[in-house]
């Protein structure tokens, strides 16, 4: 089971860009994928993205594809999400996880993932 940190979150205006990092410890190389979350207030928390370690497969929510990139430096242990074109709906507190059962048929949901992140704050203004 890895340990997970995000940063990166902050306030930003309607069409800028934030960058998220999630760097995980521990035992990497058990986690299948790592996956974006994002919940906001008396909202469930939904997928946002998601990466395969070993081939670097991404996969992204309709709502972000084109304007977000999940990427990874394996040697870091590290993920990330660029944000760009960010919209006000695009507020929210963003997880960082880690899927560790095999698959890819479930990377959309959030039960599928066993180590979280505490999460940041992403906030963009109208």
């Known amino acids: 089971q890895v340990q997970l940190v995000e940063s990166g979150g902050g306030l930003v205006q309607a069409g800028g860009s934030l960058r998220l990092s999630c760097a995980a410890s521990g035992p990497t190389f058990s986690s299948y994928a790592m996956g974006w979350f994002r919940q906001a207030p008396g909202k469930e928390r939904e997928f946002v993205a998601a990466?395969?370690?070993?081939?670097?497969?991404?996969f992204y929510a309709d709502s972000v594809k084109g304007r977000f990139t999940i990427s990874r430096d394996n040697a870091k242990n590290t993920v990330y999400l660029q944000m760009n074109s960010l919209k006000p709906e695009d507020t929210a507190l963003y997880y960082c996880?880690?899927?560790?059962?095999?698959?890819?048929?479930?990377?959309?949901?959030?039960?599928?993932?066993?180590?979280w992140g505490q999460g940041t704050q992403v906030t963009v203004s109208s």
């Open positions: 996880a880690s899927k560790t059962t095999y698959g890819s048929t479930f990377l959309r949901r959030s039960n599928e993932y066993a180590a």
């Open positions: 990466i395969r370690w070993s081939l670097g497969d991404t």
